[in-house]
């Protein structure tokens, strides 16, 4: 990763932090719709997984789970230094890839209107 990308990264997620400590909701897509997208609740269920909550992670938002073990599993190849064996299957099943993510976006998109926890 580039030193560029990296501090980008960190900035990114000091302020979802700050944003989040003073419980301030910046969604433009709820704002301007008035409906949660599929990605509201992720930074409430991010912390909830750090502190061990996983029920309570999922009732906020499912793809918290989801992006946190696809982020371990990534950090596991890296790890080991195995990346391009990730980067091979990610490239054959792209398009199977593609489909799935469109799917569980719009299941959790679902979800997320008729989320109680998001409003």
């Known amino acids: 990763m580039k030193k560029n990308s990296f501090f980008t990264i960190l900035i990114v997620i000091g302020i979802v932090?700050?944003?989040?400590i003073f419980s301030i909701r910046f969604c433009p897509f709820f704002y301007f719709f008035n409906?949660?997208?599929?990605?509201?609740?992720?930074?409430r269920a991010f912390i909830c997984l750090l502190h061990g909550n996983i029920i309570q992670s999922l009732?906020?938002?499912i793809?918290?789970?989801?992006?946190?073990f696809g982020i371990v599993v990534f950090l596991i190849f890296a790890l080991f230094k195995?990346?391009?064996?990730?980067?091979?299957?990610?490239?054959?099943?792209?398009?199977?890839?593609?489909?799935?993510?469109?799917?569980?976006?719009i299941i959790v998109w679902i979800?997320?209107?008729n989320n109680p926890l998001l409003y």
């Open 111 to 113: 979800i997320n209107i």
């Open 59 to 61: 009732h906020y938002n």
């Open 17 to 20: 932090l700050i944003l989040s």
């Open 63 to 68: 793809l918290g789970v989801i992006f946190s």
């Open 35 to 43: 409906i949660p997208c599929p990605g509201c609740g992720l930074t």
């Open 82 to 105: 195995k990346s391009n064996l990730l980067n091979q299957f990610i490239y054959k099943y792209r398009n199977i890839i593609y489909i799935l993510a469109f799917l569980l976006f």
